[in-house]
Nanobody
Framework: QVQLVESGGGLVQPGGSLRLSCAAS????????MGWFRQAPGKEREFVAA????????FYSESVKGRSTISIDNAKTTVALQMNSLEPGDTAVYYC?????????????????WGQGTQVTVSS
């Protein structure tokens, strides 16, 4: 089992920045990749970014590409998502997820473990 705990959400003004963190514990040896997904009210959960456990590959959705950076600290088993130039459309609950699969990192169906989510609100 892998436990995931997100932190760093909050209220930010349009154009601002936010850094989300996800701490993994438990059977982290089984993790192949970690991802961030988000879900806005009335919408389906969507892929935001993912990174392989080694940190060698990163993946981004078109909606955040160029504005966000995902990183991993294996020593601390923490994954971070730095988001810049935030827009109201980025408002959502952000979820951290971990997968033992070595493929389809942009699909929520690939992920076995999920955090409880952290709210990000972009508003003036």
């Amino acid at each position: 089992q892998v436990q995931l705990v997100e932190s760093g959400g909050g209220l930010v003004q349009p154009g601002g920045s936010l850094r989300l963190s996800c701490a993994a514990s438990g059977s982290t040896w089984s993790i192949s990749g970690m991802g961030w997904f988000r879900q806005a009210p009335g919408k389906e959960r969507e892929f935001v970014a993912a990174i392989t456990w080694s940190g060698s590959s990163r993946f981004y959705s078109e909606s955040v590409k160029g504005r966000s950076t995902i990183s991993i600290d294996n020593a601390k088993t923490t994954v971070a998502l730095q988001m810049n130039s935030l827009e109201p459309g980025d408002t959502a609950v952000y979820y951290c997820a971990a997968t033992p699969r070595r493929m389809d990192y942009d699909s929520s169906q690939s992920y076995t473990y999920w955090g409880q989510g952290t709210q990000v609100t972009v508003s003036s």
